[in-house]
């Protein structure tokens, strides 16, 4: 199966590969090729049109003086004109006779001979210099002309043809087509190998990354992947990494969060079975004696009942289901029947319950008051069961310009520094001994958010811990 999947893997890789370097060489491959044959097209362009002019100025030079010869003297001086041309070694001069016939030739061998040529045809139809490119008809070589008539008086008496073979320029142009298009067969080369390297940067940690992810997603929590990159792939990695130590994390906390529940249901249980079992059995005769049974049976029962319904609080957070149901209502109230309840339980334990009014006869907020009632509650509770070994407990009540602000705090030994970002998460139980499902601050949390509200934890100057909510005042 493992092997499977990694087949799997090398082929998902070398398609992303093959297909990262086909769209970018194919992209660089289509600008090469235009870039070649447009540099081609330029050039060609340049030496055929340089040519050109320079035939058409030899032509009609040669044209223009012979204008002011006779037909006889034309003839005559054009014999000695072609046997001295000086640069024969690279053109041909031909006069040309009114019916398309050569005259004379520099070369010798054309004389007497029809080219037939559409600059012949073009001087003498049109009477204007005509220039003209393509494939001798006798010899087949591309050549390029220009034919300029000669004009005595009106009349057309011939034509000078100047003719040069284009093999030359045809060879450079394709050396230099060839040599740029070397160049840009290197430079995509160079394209080629370098998207290899870079596609393989990115390629092979996206395979050790998808592997690392598989393997936390089969239960391997904690691993981590080796950062080699500054980049978005060495943030990705980091990513990788975070999650699967938050992963772990979570699931050691859910481990020990589950093994805590169990121990704390089951010392309430054992207590009320053990007690139960004890008065049932008939062994506890005196009347003082059962009560007392009966007491740790309720007290332990009421405890159970309260982790029950942490535990049905959390689960209503976690898929959705949590929900308030808004009113107006007077906070100050509300927490005053809250401490009230808890004075009596706190005074029988030997803990002092002091609460500290505000000037306002009421604090108007649009809240849930059995969800902001079940805050006051558990976080008095909390204050008795960690920081009751300091016997006293202060709650007090004010308002600023925008809020309400309630403060509970105790004078027990406090939060270690450390443990304070925590201590609202749920699960968390940090150092404390104290018995607890770890998720009561988180559920409180909850409730005053969804209030808009804000809860504080630290501890306070002289020692303890305090909690600080606010809320914001209703109108």
């Not at 490119?133 to 009106?154: K, Q």
């Not at 009230?340 to 500290?356: H, K, P, S, V």
Request: net charge negative; aromatic share 8%.
């Amino acid at each position: 199966m493992a092997a499977k999947q990694n087949k799997q893997d090398s082929a998902r890789v070398r398609g992303i590969r093959q297909r990262w370097i086909a769209n970018s060489v194919s992209v660089v491959l289509f600008m090469v090729v235009l870039a070649v044959v447009a540099f081609s097209l330029a050039m060609a362009s340049y030496y055929y049109d340089a040519m050109e002019e320079g035939l058409k100025a030899r032509a009609g030079s040669a044209a223009s003086f012979f204008r002011n010869y006779t037909e006889s003297e034309y003839r005559r001086t054009a014999k000695n004109y072609v046997d001295n041309f000086g640069e024969k070694s690279k053109l041909e001069l031909q006069f040309i006779e009114p019916d398309g016939s050569i005259l004379y030739s520099s070369y010798g061998l054309t004389a007497g001979s029809r080219p037939g040529t559409a600059d012949i045809e073009g001087a003498f139809e049109n009477a204007v210099m005509t220039p003209w490119r393509g494939r001798d008809p006798s010899t087949d070589e591309r050549i390029m002309a220009a034919t300029a008539p000669v004009i005595y008086r009106g009349n057309l008496v011939g034509a000078v043809r100047v003719v040069t073979s284009m093999q030359e320029v045809d060879r450079q142009l394709l050396l230099a087509s060839g040599t740029v298009a070397l160049i840009g067969i290197i430079l995509l080369a160079m394209l080629y190998i370098s998207n290899l390297f870079f596609v393989r940067s990115i390629i092979e940690p996206l395979a050790g990354i998808t592997q690392t992810t598989r393997r936390i997603a089969d239960g391997s929590y904690g691993i981590q992947l080796e950062k080699t990159y500054d980049d978005e792939i060495g943030e990705l990695t980091d990513a990788i990494n975070d999650m699967s130590l938050k992963i772990r994390q979570a699931e050691k906390v859910q481990t020990e969060f589950i093994s805590s529940v169990s121990h704390e249901l089951r010392t309430p249980l054992t207590a009320i079975n053990g007690w139960a079992e004890t008065i049932m059995n008939g062994e506890l005769q005196e009347p003082e004696d059962v009560k007392k049974g009966m007491s740790i049976i309720v007290s332990e029962a009421r405890r159970l009942t309260n982790m029950v319904e942490e535990l049905l609080e959390f689960s209503r957070i976690s898929d959705g289901r949590f929900t308030l149901a808004v009113e107006a209502l007077d906070l100050k109230a509300e927490l005053e029947d809250a401490v009230y309840t808890y004075r009596e339980f706190f005074r029988r334990d030997g803990i002092a319950l002091n609460y500290y009014d505000c000037p306002e006869d009421m604090l108007p907020v649009i809240g849930d008051p059995e969800r902001l009632r079940q805050v006051f509650c558990n976080l008095l509770d909390n204050a008795a069961k960690h920081g009751g070994a300091g016997k006293r407990i202060d709650v007090t009540i004010r308002q600023d310009e925008t809020d309400a602000i309630i403060a509970i705090r105790d004078y027990g030994p406090g939060v270690p520094e450390d443990e304070l970002p925590f201590i609202k998460n749920k699960f968390y139980k940090g150092s404390s001994k104290a018995r607890g499902s770890g998720i009561g601050l988180a559920v409180c949390e909850e409730i005053i958010s969804r209030h808009e509200g804000e809860l504080l934890l630290d501890n306070a100057p002289e020692g303890g811990c305090r909690v600080t909510i606010r809320l914001p005042i209703g109108t």
